[in-house]
């Protein structure tokens, strides 16, 4: 007996009954559903921290100032500036270092016509698109030779602009910055949210000397509040940590024994904790959907079974005009795997089509892929098989003059 | 003379029940051969029906031979018993047993489909069957569309398709009217007469087993007689 007649029977059967098939495969189209649309929802989130991480830029330290003690009483870190400008050029030399940006921030207000807007300030060097990822919309960067010279130049991000020029074009303009008239010679790329939910675009960029000199002054002029040092690859984060630290110490003059002036973080790892969580996140709604996908396999061996029952009669007549166990068994897997596998596909447009709605109503990042639709099926297929394999069993071992007796 | 189709010697059945070992057959020796038409009477619990099975392959027996075309059966499993079924025998019941839910045509193809008859030639020999038991114009009325002879009829396509060497009839006249089983009944002696099929029936009517040749009566799990019968005359 060849498998599409098995399965012509099996269809056939299911179609005597279609009500309770399609409640059958309700069971099912939910299971998938549910599964589908969690991993897609748990799938989104992972996809908003990922991109929010690579916005923060990769591989990267961020090494504070400080932590230093007077007198016996200590001071937190980033409270006494002894970090330079050579310091960061320094490490920017050491072969572990892909790029390495000082930072002195602050914030200041921007005037142009008659907008004005208050933001923050960000002195840095070119080495900062690097360690960012952060490229250019339009126009340049400043160099080096602007950094030396304390040139009044400034790169604006998105939001700024859309507050201090509307829709017109910035490049080339003049926007006074606390009163003094600064060239704007490059505009950033929009980056988001960052992880913590501030706009990232709200920023603005000038020469770390412009910074210092100019625009904010300084107590302590060339240093800097912090650096962001970027390593050449992930493997290399805890070598470059530990030439850092060296580095750091002997510049600083600090005897063995004494503790550090300076505090390196690793950002990178924060962002892996949130991406593990999101990771996790994920895989608990997808086991929550799970759950009743495992209900709607029950279902399916439940009405199996009732339909075994019902239907003695019809197997001892399929017996008894040739029918072996074995075509028992396959016809009524099949109608189980016929339910699972329908239910399935509906369950997973049901899934997509609500992700969907989701994203469009809630606007809420979410991301179908083609491996939880693949995954659910295969899963359902794999259910109707094992919950259908004992009902399946039940009326192939039925004796045919018994089954052809039942009333 | 014929050859014997069906040889049997010493069967016997026992049923197992609370009150022990009940034989429901008790030595059984019977020879019948191919184109006989044989009628098995017997008062109920005379073990006529458990002999059918038997016959039909749908049961084994607990002792004795029985060979069918030479071959033994009677220590086959269940899915050779199956296969001797579905290339040598045709079932007709008392209750018709057609599946509700399909067309006649489909009820008389049942038997091809596990015989792994392709799909073009069952539609093929069923409707030629069909057409044969005069019902060639209700190939695609469902059981319950049809009057008691009419289903009985597809019973016996359907018994028929897979041109079986035998064909066993359980009280197939048992819940037809008086007209209907005339008409049923001379349908199977034409097809007897005509084609050489091989046919056991059992039947508890006198005039019903009177259309067969040979009258084989049991009693208590036993033969009690074996005679020549009217031969469909009437």
Redesign the interface.
């Known amino acids: 007996?060849?498998l599409d007649?098995l399965a012509g029977?099996a269809w056939?059967?299911l179609g005597?009954n279609r009500l309770r098939s399609a409640l059958t495969m309700l069971g099912m189209v939910i299971g998938v559903g549910a599964v589908v649309l969690m991993l897609a929802i748990g799938a989104g989130a992972q996809y908003m921290v990922n991109r929010a991480i690579a916005s923060m830029g990769t591989n990267l330290f961020i090494v504070l100032s400080g932590a230093s003690t007077s007198g016996g009483l200590r001071f937190g870190a980033g409270t006494t500036p002894t970090l330079t400008l050579d310091d960061a050029e320094a490490i920017g030399e050491l072969p572990t270092v892909a790029a390495v940006a000082p930072i002195a921030p602050g914030t200041a207000q921007f005037v142009y016509g008659a907008s004005n807007w208050s933001t923050l300030v960000r002195g840095t060097t070119p080495g900062y698109l690097k360690v960012r990822d952060w490229p250019l919309a339009e126009g340049r960067m400043f160099t080096r030779a602007e950094v030396r010279s304390s040139a009044r130049v400034v790169i604006l991000g998105q939001t700024v602009i859309e507050n201090l020029f509307g829709g017109a074009d910035p490049l080339g303009r003049v926007v006074r910055i606390n009163s003094s008239p600064y060239t704007v010679i490059g505009t950033l790329a929009p980056k988001g949210q960052s992880l913590d939910g501030r706009d990232q675009d709200d920023v603005a960029i000038i020469p770390v000397t412009t910074a210092q000199r100019q625009l904010f002054g300084s107590r302590f002029p060339g240093t800097v509040r912090y650096l962001l040092v970027q390593a050449r690859s992930p493997k290399l984060m805890q070598r470059a940590r530990r030439q850092m630290e060296a580095l750091l110490r002997q510049r600083h003059r600090i005897p063995a024994g004494q503790p550090d002036d300076f505090t390196i973080r690793n950002l990178t790892a924060l962002a892996q904790t949130a991406s593990r969580t999101a990771r996790v996140l994920s895989i608990m709604l997808g086991a929550i959907a799970s759950i009743s996908l495992l209900v709607g396999g029950i279902g399916i061996m439940n009405i199996m079974l009732v339909s075994v029952t019902e239907r003695t009669?019809?197997i001892?007549?399929?017996?008894?005009?040739?029918?072996?166990?074995?075509?028992v068994l396959l016809q009524f897997l099949l109608e189980a795997v016929i339910l699972s596998i329908l239910g399935s596909l509906v369950g997973a447009a049901l899934g997509v089509g609500i992700a969907w709605l989701v994203s469009e109503l809630v606007a809420m990042t979410v991301v179908v892929t083609l491996w939880s639709i693949v995954l659910a099926v295969v899963v359902a297929a794999a259910i109707g098989i094992f919950f259908g394999w004992y009902p399946a069993r039940r009326a192939a071992r039925l004796?045919?003059?018994e089954a052809?007796r039942y009333e | 003379m014929t050859a014997p189709l069906i040889r049997i010697e010493d069967l016997h059945k026992d049923y197992v029940t609370g009150a022990g070992r009940v034989p429901a057959l008790d030595g059984i020796d019977l020879e019948i051969g191919a184109g006989e038409f044989v009628a098995i009477m017997g008062p109920s619990g005379s073990g006529k029906s458990t002999f059918m099975n038997i016959l039909g392959c749908l049961d084994s027996p607990t002792r004795g031979r029985y060979l069918f075309a030479g071959e033994d059966v009677a220590g086959l499993d269940a899915d050779r018993l199956a296969a001797v079924r579905s290339g040598a025998i045709g079932f007709v019941f008392q209750g018709f047993n057609l599946l509700a839910r399909m067309d006649a045509l489909d009820n008389v193809a049942l038997p091809l489909v596990y015989a792994g008859v392709a799909r073009a030639s069952r539609r093929r020999r069923a409707a030629e069957l069909l057409e044969r038991v005069g019902l060639g114009r209700h190939a695609h009325h469902r059981p319950a569309q049809l009057s008691g002879g009419q289903q009985q009829r597809v019973a016996i396509a359907r018994a028929l398709v897979n041109a079986p060497r035998l064909v066993l009839a359980d009280e197939p006249t048992g819940n037809l009217d008086t007209h209907t089983s005339v008409e049923i009944m001379r349908i199977f002696a034409e097809l007897n007469r005509e084609q050489g099929l091989t046919l056991v029936l059992v039947t508890h009517e006198a005039d019903i087993a009177g259309y067969a040749r040979r009258l084989v009566r049991f009693r208590d799990g036993r033969i009690a007689g074996d005679e020549v019968a009217g031969g469909g005359a009437p």
């Open positions: 007996m060849k007649d029977e056939r059967a005597a009669r019809e001892g007549i399929r017996m008894a005009v040739g029918a072996r166990s074995r075509d004796r045919p003059i052809l």
